[in-house]
């Protein structure tokens, strides 16, 4: 099992930066990826940005330039740097870890609430 704790969230103004952190515990030690994903209201869920075990990263092509990914293995916590913060950003932001032994399961936190004012 593996547990994950997002926080950073809250309101900002457009053209504003923000910081989200995923704090993963438990059998963090088969982790292979962890990402950011964001649901707005009536909208289906999408990718934001991913990072390997190697610090690959993936970003969507909505925030490319914009958003940083990171991780620091130290503290076993993945970071999202929003720069540039549009209205359409606004969303519910949610960590995803991605764990493989035998099989690979998906492991999700509770989601951080993401707004951007105009």
């Known amino acids: 099992q593996v547990q994950l704790v997002e926080s950073g969230g809250g309101l900002v103004q457009a053209g504003g930066s923000l910081r989200l952190s995923c704090a993963a515990s438990?059998?963090?030690?088969?982790?292979?990826?962890m990402g950011w994903y964001r649901q707005a209201p009536g909208k289906p869920r999408e990718l934001v940005a991913t990072?390997?075990?190697?610090?690959?990263?993936n970003y969507a092509a909505s925030v490319k330039g914009r958003f940083t990914i990171s991780r620091d293995n130290a503290k076993n916590t993945v970071y999202l740097q929003m720069n540039s913060l549009k209205p359409e950003d606004t969303a519910v932001y949610v960590c995803?870890?991605?764990?493989?032994?035998?099989?690979?399961?998906?492991?999700w936190g509770q989601g951080t609430q993401v707004t951007v004012s105009s």
């Open positions: 995803k870890g991605v764990v493989r032994t035998i099989a690979q399961v998906d492991y």
């Open positions: 438990g059998n963090i030690r088969n982790i292979l990826l």
């Open positions: 990072i390997t075990n190697g610090g690959s990263t």
